[in-house]
Nanobody, 124 residues
């Protein structure tokens, strides 16, 4: 099983980034997916989730209207489009799969699989 994130980097406030998470080794289309982030010295923080068929999405309040999440089950990939980035969005971003259900959950302890993370730094 692998989840490989990419697309992080350094961006100025107000800028945009798109994160990708490529999955392999498990039936991706049967899993809800989530994006979680962790800033230095802080706890893990759920950011966004998407159902297995992509029909429903959810976002942390502080990113609503700025972030969008999508998935391409033919490519086993989930995306997080981040616009109007703020310094407080700086964190390591992880994608996670699970539990094996059509929905997504906000509790990181329920995830089956994790990626290695990609760093997002928002700074001028």
């Amino acid at each position: 099983v692998q989840l490989v994130e990419s697309g992080g980097g350094l961006v100025q406030p107000g800028g945009s980034l798109t994160l990708s998470c490529a999955a392999s080794g498990f039936p991706f289309g049967n899993y809800g997916m989530s994006w979680v982030r962790q800033a230095p010295g802080e706890d893990l923080e759920w950011v966004s989730g998407i159902t297995s068929d992509g029909s429903k999405t959810g976002f942390k309040d502080s990113v609503k209207g700025r972030f969008t999440v999508s998935r391409d089950n033919a490519k086993n990939t989930v995306y997080l489009q981040m616009n109007s980035l703020k310094p407080e969005d700086t964190a390591m971003y992880y994608c996670a799969a699970g539990p094996r259900t059509s929905g997504y959950v906000l509790d990181p302890t329920k995830y089956n699989y994790w990626g290695q993370g990609t760093q997002v730094t928002v700074s001028s």
